[in-house]
C-alpha cells in the first residue's frame, strides 16, 4: 500500500492518522466550501431584529469563531430539546399528580346508573335499557385468583409488575395520533381511570392525564385492590355491571364458583361487552385468553387441553324492556352499529343517551307475525330471517334475526350466505353499465354448456336458444348469465356493481371467480346487505346506506349523531343514466314475480328474484332458499336455510326452493305492508341496448261450432307434466300438479313446497370436468 522507502534514508515513515487527530490545516480535514455554509447559517441564526438602545453589530465583537458559534448553536438546541422533551413535560406530570384524583367504585357506580331509551322511527318508544339491579361491589378478598389471572391473560399481563402505565403502550399511542389511527394498549389501571372518568376521546392530552392518574393509583392503591375496583365497575353486556352480575347474568352463579374456563369467557367479552353473547366471538376471545393462561403460567397445559368452550345460561330475564325474543337480535344490531359509529354499549349506557332508530313499528310486528305464521309446524333445523329497508333513506323498517330460544340463539339477518340466482341482477347490471347491451340482448342459453373446464347446466335442462336477458331473468337460464359473466363483463365487474349497488363489507364478494355468476363459491351476503342491494333499484339507482340509528340525543335533547340519508347515484355520476340503467334492471325482474306466482296484491308493481343454493355432496337439493325484491316504497330480503349448509325440506318431505318459504314470507309481508299505502308505479325509462322486438300477432279466434262438445278441444286440455322435475344434475319423478300462469306457461306451483321453473339454480352449481 505504500511506496517502499529509498535505501539509506534515516527518515521513518509516519503512520497514518485518524481523521479525528488530523490537524485543522490538513487540507484531507478541512472543507472551506462547508465552513463558509455553515458559517452563514450560524450568522443568519445570530442576525436578530434591532431593538431601540441596541449596539449596532458592527460594535459587538464576541470574539468567537465560526467553528466556536456553530457549537453554541448546537448547545443551545439542545438545551431548548431538553427543555421541551423532558423538563417541562415532568413540570406538568408533577403539577397533575397532586391537582388530579381518580373516582372510587361507588362514586362510579353511582354515575353507570342510567336508562338507555330505543325510539320507533315515528318516535314512539320501542324499548327501555336500565342497569342490571343486581350489581355487588365485592372486596378484593372475595375475587377469586383463577378469575384475575384471565383478566390479566385478556387485557394486562404485566398488571403484576407495571407501574399503571406501559410505556410501549404510550408509544403506541403517540403513534396512532401521529398517523391518524386510534387506540393504544392501556394497561388495566388506565382502562379503570377511563371508565371512572367517562372520558373515551382519542387524544394525546386524554392519554397524558390517564397515564397520571394510573401512576397516581398505583402509589395509593394495591394491585389487588386495583383489579378489584376495576371488575367492580367494567360493563360485560346482559345490563351486568361488574364481575358479580356478569357471573350471574352469564352462568346463573357466583363469581367465587366460577371455573377457569368460565372466567376466561367473562375476561374474553371485556373487549365488546356487545358481543358476549356473540358465541363465534365469545370462543374466538376464550380460546385466546385460555392459551395466555397457559403461556404465563397460570392454567396447566393438561388442564387447557381438557377445558371445553362453557355456553352462557339463558337470558331469561331482561331489564331491556322491549327486546325480547327475537328482538335480542335487533337490539345486537343496533349495538354493533352504535359500536361501529363510536359509541360503545358502555358509553352509551353510562351517558343514558336516547336511541332514534329507522325501525317502523307496524312494519316490524308484521315481519313478526308473517315469519311465524309461514314458519310454525316447519322442521326445527330450519332458519330464517328478514329484513325490510326503506329505499327513500336506507333505513332498515323491519328486522328479523332468528327466534332467539333454545332452538336457535343465532343472528341470521347478519350473517353472510350464498345468494344463488339474486346475484344474476347483478350479473345484468355490470352488463348494462357497459352501455352497449340490454334486457333483449340475446344469448345461448342452451344446457349443457362447457366454458373452459366448466360445464354449466339449467335447472332441469332447460333449454333457451335464443334467449334474451328478459327470458332468461325469467327463467334463471344458467347457461346466459354465466356466459355474460365469463366473456363480456368479467367477474371483477359484478364484483363492483354488487358494492355500488349497497353490498357492505360484512358480506364477502368474490371479484377472482366467474361462479359469482350464479351466486357461488365465496361470494357470500348478508339479508340486510341484499335488501339494501335491491332498495337501490328501487330508489332509481340512488345508494342508501342502510342503517338502523337515525339519530343520537343526550339526556338534554342535544343531538350528538345524525344519519346521513342523501345518497348517492350509485351506477353513474350522471343521476339520471343511474335512473335508467336501474328503471332496466327493474324491467327484467318484474316478469319473474308472475312466473313465480310471488305477485303483490292489487296489480302494485314489485320485482324481484328468488334463488337457491345446493347443498354440498346433495345433488338436486338444496340448502339455502332466498326470495328478494321491492315495491317503490319499501325493499325485503327473506331467508330460509340450513346451519349446516345439509338439505332442507319442509314439514311434508318436499324440498325448499325460494318461492315455497321465503317466497309467502316476502309476498305476506308485502301485500300487509302495502295496505293503505298509495300505489307508486315504477317509473318509466329507456330501454337500454337492442330495441324490443314486435309484439306476435294475435292468433285467429276459433270459429263456434253448432253443438258444443264435452270433450274439451285439444287448446283447452291441460298441458302434460314435465316428465321429470327441473334439477341441474339428475331428473326425477316429479309430484303431479301443475299450475297455469298468466302467460299460459305451464310450472310447477309453490302451495306444496315444489319449485317454479325459476327456482330450480339449487345454487345452479357448476361442475367441474375430470380434465
Known amino acids: 500500500m505504500f511506496s517502499p522507502l529509498s535505501r539509506g534514508s534515516d527518515t521513518e515513515p509516519p503512520e497514518p492518522e485518524l481523521l479525528t487527530h488530523r490537524p485543522a490545516g490538513d487540507p484531507m480535514w478541512h472543507d472551506p466550501a462547508a465552513d463558509e455554509r455553515m458559517t452563514g447559517v450560524v450568522a443568519n441564526y445570530e442576525q436578530e431584529p434591532d431593538l431601540p438602545g441596541d449596539p449596532h453589530e458592527d460594535d459587538v465583537d464576541d470574539g468567537l469563531t465560526a467553528k466556536q458559534k456553530r457549537w453554541r448553536l448546537i448547545r443551545r438546541i439542545g438545551y431548548g430539546a431538553v427543555t421541551a422533551f423532558v423538563l417541562i413535560p415532568i413540570a406538568v406530570f408533577t403539577v397533575l399528580y397532586f391537582v388530579l384524583d381518580v373516582p372510587s367504585p361507588y362514586e362510579v357506580a353511582a354515575s353507570q346508573n342510567k336508562t338507555v331509551t330505543y325510539m320507533y322511527s315515528n318516535g314512539g318508544v320501542m324499548a327501555k335499557d336500565m342497569q342490571d339491579g343486581n350489581r355487588v361491589l365485592l372486596e378484593p378478598d372475595q375475587v377469586p385468583d383463577k378469575v384475575k389471572h384471565a383478566v390479566y391473560a385478556a387485557e394486562d399481563e404485566s398488571f403484576e409488575t407495571n407501574a399503571g402505565f406501559d410505556v410501549m403502550g404510550i408509544l403506541r399511542a403517540v403513534k396512532n395520533q401521529l398517523t391518524g389511527g386510534v387506540g393504544g394498549g392501556s394497561t388495566i389501571t388506565q382502562q379503570y381511570v377511563k371508565k371512572a372518568t367517562e372520558n373515551e376521546e382519542y387524544s394525546i392530552e386524554r392519554k397524558a392525564t390517564e397515564i397520571v392518574k394510573a401512576f397516581k393509583m398505583s402509589n395509593q392503591l394495591s394491585k389487588s385492590e386495583i383489579i378489584t375496583a376495576y371488575l367492580n365497575t367494567i360493563y360485560f353486556g346482559r345490563g351486568a355491571y361488574g364481575i358479580q352480575a356478569a357471573s350471574q347474568a352469564y352462568f346463573g352463579k357466583d363469581v367465587g364458583k366460577l371455573s377457569p374456563a368460565e372466567a376466561a369467557y367473562l375476561a374474553g367479552i371485556i373487549q365488546a361487552p356487545s358481543r358476549g353473547d356473540n358465541l363465534e366471538y365469545a370462543e374466538r376471545r376464550w380460546n385466546y385468553v385460555m392459551d395466555q393462561m397457559v403461556e404465563n403460567n397460570w392454567l396447566p397445559s393438561s388442564e387447557r387441553s381438557a377445558a371445553t368452550f362453557p355456553k352462557p345460561v339463558n337470558e331469561k330475564k331482561t331489564q331491556s324492556r322491549g327486546f325480547d325474543g327475537s328482538r335480542r337480535h335487533l337490539k345486537a344490531a343496533i349495538s354493533s352499529e352504535l359500536d361501529s359509529l363510536g359509541y360503545s354499549e358502555e358509553q352509551v349506557r353510562t351517558a343514558g343517551y336516547t336511541i332514534h332508530t329507522t325501525v317502523n313499528k307496524r312494519a316490524q310486528r308484521i315481519a313478526e307475525q308473517v315469519v311465524r305464521d309461514v314458519m310454525k309446524g316447519q322442521p326445527k333445523k330450519l332458519h330464517e330471517a328478514f329484513v325490510a329497508v326503506d329505499p327513500a333513506s336506507g333505513g332498515v323498517m323491519a328486522y328479523y334475526g332468528g327466534p332467539y330460544d333454545e332452538t336457535d340463539y343465532v343472528n341470521w339477518a347478519s350473517k353472510g350466505r350464498n345468494p344463488g340466482s339474486t346475484m344474476k341482477a ?335 339454480t339449487t345454487e345452479e352449481e357448476t361442475q367441474q370436468d375430470d380434465g
Open 426 to 760: 347483478f350479473d345484468f347490471l355490470a352488463l348494462l353499465k357497459q352501455g352497449e347491451k340490454g334486457p333483449y340482448a340475446t344469448y345461448d342459453g342452451t344446457s349443457p354448456r362447457k366454458f373452459g373446464d366448466v360445464v354449466v347446466k339449467n335447472a332441469g335442462d332447460d333449454q333457451c336458444p335464443d334467449c334474451t336477458v328478459m327470458e332468461a331473468m325469467k327463467r334463471s337460464i344458467n347457461t346466459v348469465f354465466y356466459d355474460m359473466v365469463a366473456n363480456d363483463v368479467g367477474p371483477r365487474a359484478v364484483a363492483k356493481a354488487v358494492r355500488e349497488a349497497g353490498v357492505s363489507d360484512d358480506s364477502s364478494v368474490s371479484d377472482l371467480d366467474t361462479n359469482i355468476a350464479i351466486g357461488g363459491g365465496d361470494n357470500k351476503i348478508t339479508p340486510q346487505d341484499l335488501a339494501s342491494a335491491y332498495a337501490t333499484f328501487a330508489a332509481d339507482g340512488v345508494q342508501r346506506k342502510s342503517h338502523l340509528v337515525s339519530k343520537i340525543t343526550t339526556p338534554d335533547g342535544d343531538v350528538i349523531y345524525q344519519a346521513d340519508r342523501k345518497g348517492r347515484p350509485a351506477f353513474s355520476p350522471d343521476k339520471e343514466k343511474s335512473k335508467q340503467i336501474a328503471g332496466n334492471v327493474t324491467m327484467t325482474l318484474e316478469p319473474v314475480l308472475a312466473h313465480s306466482q310471488l305477485r303483490c296484491a292489487d296489480g302494485r308493481d314489485c320485482a324481484g328474484k328468488t334463488g337457491t343454493h345446493e347443498a354440498p355432496g346433495h345433488p338436486g337439493q338444496n340448502s339455502q332458499a332466498w326470495m328478494v325484491g321491492y315495491s317503490r316504497q319499501i325493499a325485503a330480503a327473506a331467508w330460509v336455510g340450513d346451519k349446516a349448509l345439509g338439505p332442507i325440506k319442509d314439514a311434508n318431505g318436499a324440498p325448499i326452493y325460494g318461492s315455497s318459504l321465503p317466497g309467502p314470507i316476502w309476498q305476506r309481508f308485502m301485500n300487509l305492508y302495502h295496505e293503505g299505502l298509495p300505489q307508486e308505479p315504477f317509473p318509466e325509462v329507456e330501454v337500454m341496448g337492442e330495441p324490443p322486438p314486435p309484439p306476435p300477432e294475435p292468433e285467429p279466434e276459433p270459429e263456434p261450432t253448432e253443438t258444443p262438445s264435452e270433450e274439451p278441444t285439444e287448446s283447452e286440455r291441460p298441458e302434460p307434466e314435465p316428465s321429470g322435475r327441473p334439477e341441474e344434475t339428475t331428473t326425477t319423478t316429479p309430484p303431479t300438479t301443475t299450475e297455469e300462469d298468466d302467460g299460459g306457461s305451464i310450472f310447477p306451483g309453490n302451495g306444496n313446497g315444489r319449485p317454479t321453473e325459476d327456482e330450480q
